[in-house]
């Protein structure tokens, strides 16, 4: 992590919050925002209220398309019409919560690392008891794990490169799952074929 003025002493920059109201029987435009949500290394810090770091426009760059932040959810939101507001950008003030901040948001996108392994070792399960027919079903949802998980690795980069964090550990157990689900896919069609 960046240290601001001294030993322990983190500085995560500059941050913004977001906020959105949308119906709960808005399921279809809930299911999307989640979606984004899921693509952005934010902070959930309160009900419909995310806090997301904030960079400059030249190193934002090097994350278009892998990940979202404010700016990408701003739009979907406007695309949907959902209401979203945004405060100002802001810094942390005190340097002893810099660590505090950077420590759960850190753990909000280990959960999401930890939620998505229990997909796959579910879905691995559900592969191994499953009938032929459910073959096409179970690549449906690989593939929708996939996309998740192509949103977890970017933001596993952007707090490798801007923050120091390392969740490498955490990806490569994910990456791994995912390999076992194809093996188990690939060893139940071959079962399928004609002989």
Same mark, same amino acid.
């Given at each position: 992590?960046? @240290?601001?003025g001294g030993? *322990? /002493?983190f500085?995560l ?12 029987s808005?399921?279809c435009?809930?299911a999307?925002?989640? #979606?984004?949500?899921?693509q952005t290394p934010?902070l959930?810090i ?16 090097h994350? &278009?398309?892998?990940?979202f932040?404010?700016?990408e959810l701003s ?7 959902i209401?979203?507001h945004?405060m100002?950008?802001?810094?942390v003030?005190?340097p ?5 901040v950077l420590?759960?948001?850190? /753990?909000?996108?280990e ?5 998505l392994?229990?997909?796959? #070792?579910?879905l ?6 499953? %009938?032929?027919?459910d073959?096409e ?5 690989? %593939?929708a794990h996939r996309? #998740?998980?192509?949103?977890l690795? *970017?933001?596993?980069?952007?707090l490798?490169?801007?923050? *120091?964090?390392?969740l490498y550990p %955490? ?5 791994a799952?995912?390999? @076992?689900c194809?093996a188990?896919? /690939?060893t139940?069609s071959m &079962?399928?074929l004609p002989?």
């Amino acid at each position: 992590p960046h @240290v601001a003025g001294g030993e *322990g /002493e983190f500085d995560l920059g500059t941050v913004n919050i977001i906020a959105y109201r949308l119906p709960r029987s808005q399921s279809c435009k809930r299911a999307r925002l989640s #979606r984004a949500l899921w693509q952005t290394p934010a902070l959930k810090i309160g009900r419909c209220l995310y806090l997301l770091p904030h960079l400059k426009t030249c190193k934002l760059l090097h994350y &278009q398309g892998s990940i979202f932040f404010s700016a990408e959810l701003s739009r979907l939101c406007e695309m949907e019409g959902i209401e979203m507001h945004q405060m100002a950008y802001l810094r942390v003030v005190y340097p002893m919560n810099h660590e505090n901040v950077l420590q759960a948001l850190t /753990e909000a996108q280990e959960a999401k690392a930890e939620r998505l392994l229990m997909a796959c #070792r579910w879905l691995a399960d559900e592969i191994k008891t499953g %009938s032929m027919q459910d073959i096409e079903r179970f690549r449906k949802i690989l %593939s929708a794990h996939r996309s #998740r998980y192509r949103g977890l690795k *970017g933001i596993v980069l952007f707090l490798s490169r801007e923050l *120091g964090v390392d969740l490498y550990p %955490s990806l490569k157990k994910v990456y791994a799952s995912f390999k @076992v689900c194809d093996a188990l896919l /690939e060893t139940t069609s071959m &079962q399928v074929l004609p002989k």
